[in-house]
């Protein structure tokens, strides 16, 4: 190891905290300082190179060093980095907002900046309050329907709709309450059924909340198509066309969080196109900038929006802000990420490496501890089990994703798993010969870590 790499670990170890990790056991291990990226790949101190397998957390879309978003912050800093968007605008905030707008389902009108998903998730939450109270909806219409192993960033609001009990029970008496929906997991159902003879029961479940409660309901959110940080869970088609009509029927605003599912990651831009759902408001984050800068956005129909306008002295006035909103430099980088979508014909290319993918997973499912296989375009969740007759899952202390992981390292993949799920959410533009590259990889290692233990 160099000495740099050895100053560079000493630093860290001396002077950050990282998030969700157990710095005890990180303190123990060499630090691997990434410090390239070239398409596909990152590249660490020392020079060794690994397929990006889960997208620098799901963020990364086109690769890096992506010439469209590079050159778009070059420009951009030339002119300006920052300048607040309260009361004022930037080019690249009103630009962007004007193609996003575009680009969305019909319907979508407005653009709320934000700088990460879990701010632009405390946005949704508290625009749909504040809705009902501008609407002059019963008073009651305070609550939210969430789901079980859904995940919404880490913020107290976002915390408190999130159904993941390893993060989110510690703060139990932090959050504010929540009607739970059962979560779509058809493979360990919590309702015992199975699909397609159940009927959709979650989502007739969900319908019962509403319907037994809907005067105290202000929104529906949850994560259209994959609960992502819940073990990359896929929901059976039906599902979110289903939840859109209870709430229509309901009178209940749904928020679709796209935070993980937006540009490109399950085959179409975004994951509510699959059944041609438009919510109330949709959350869009990570890929926003193509995985460069920091950007998240909640966007509304021009109904939500219209609720708010009055008279300044009425004091409808959305009253939420963040200090980097609308930021210059990440509105170009967003640009330049949708410039990449257009130059690289990036979601009709991408049809082919899903096929691909979808393909090559059927051969996991022989593996003797591959309990479940699930993806939806490039989200894949590789769920293993101590036994596959019964779906024992390991115990924690196996710590099988992580051996899985560790494997795939030192075989120039990097991925991080969510428990025994091993998770491949690679760039949305990854050339297919590194596809090939991480799948192989990830089967071999899923092979040598279950053998071992
Ligand atoms: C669906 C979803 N919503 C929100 C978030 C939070 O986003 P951020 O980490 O940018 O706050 C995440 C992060 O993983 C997510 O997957």
Not at 85 to 96: K, S
Not at 266 to 277: P, S
Request: proline content about 5%; hydrophobic content about 35%; aromatic content about 10%.
């Amino acid at each position: 190891m160099s000495d740099r790499t050895k100053k560079l670990g000493a630093y860290d170890k001396e002077f950050v905290w990282h998030p969700f990790t157990q710095m005890k056991e990180y303190a123990q291990k060499d630090p691997i300082v990434i410090e390239g990226g070239e398409g596909a790949y990152l590249i660490d101190s020392e020079g060794n190179k690994y397929i990006d397998g889960v997208s620098s957390l799901w963020v990364n879309i086109h690769g890096h060093k992506v010439p469209e978003i590079d050159n778009a912050i070059k420009n951009q800093v030339d002119k300006l980095s920052h300048s607040t968007l309260l009361g004022v605008t930037n080019p690249p905030a009103a630009e962007l907002a004007k193609e996003l707008i575009e680009l969305c389902p019909q319907g979508l009108k407005k653009v709320f900046y934000s700088g990460d998903g879990a701010s632009a998730v405390e946005v949704a939450l508290k625009m749909a309050f504040q809705y009902w109270r501008h609407k002059g909806g019963p008073e009651k219409k305070t609550k939210f329907v969430c789901l079980e192993n859904g995940y919404h960033g880490d913020t107290l609001g976002a915390v408190s709709v999130g159904g993941i009990d390893l993060f989110h029970s510690t703060f139990g008496p932090l959050l504010f309450e929540t009607f739970r929906a059962p979560s779509y997991y058809c493979y360990r159902c919590p309702l015992n059924k199975t699909y397609p003879s159940c009927d959709l029961a979650c989502a007739t479940e969900l319908d019962k909340i509403l319907s037994e409660h809907h005067e105290d309901i202000a929104a529906v959110i949850l994560e259209p198509y994959v609960q992502a940080a819940g073990g990359m869970i896929v929901s059976p088609e039906g599902y979110l066309k289903s939840v859109r009509e209870s709430c229509d029927k309901y009178d209940v605003l749904l928020i679709l969080d796209e935070v993980a599912t937006g540009f490109g990651r399950t085959g179409r831009m975004f994951a509510c196109e699959h059944e041609d759902v438009t919510p109330d408001m949709l959350v869009l984050g990570k890929g926003l900038t193509g995985g460069y800068l920091p950007l998240s956005a909640t966007i509304t129909t021009q109904e939500v929006y219209d609720a708010f306008l009055g008279d300044y002295e009425e004091f409808k006035t959305f009253f939420h802000g963040h200090s980097y909103a609308g930021n210059p430099l990440s509105c170009a980088a967003s640009m330049g990420n949708l410039q990449a979508f257009e130059n690289y014909n990036t979601l009709e290319e991408l049809q082919e490496k899903v096929q691909f993918l979808e393909d090559e997973l059927k051969e996991f499912g022989g593996l003797k501890h591959v309990g479940n296989v699930r993806s939806k375009g490039f989200m894949v969740g590789i769920e293993l089990v101590e036994d596959k007759e019964t779906k024992e899952p390991y115990a924690p202390e196996s710590k099988i994703g992580w051996k899985v992981a560790d494997h795939a390292m030192e075989n120039g993949v990097l991925l991080r798993p969510l428990g025994n799920v091993v998770v491949l959410m690679p760039p949305v533009g990854i050339p297919m010969e590194d596809l090939k590259k991480l799948v192989r990889v990830t089967y071999s290692s899923i092979k040598k870590a279950t053998e071992e233990s």
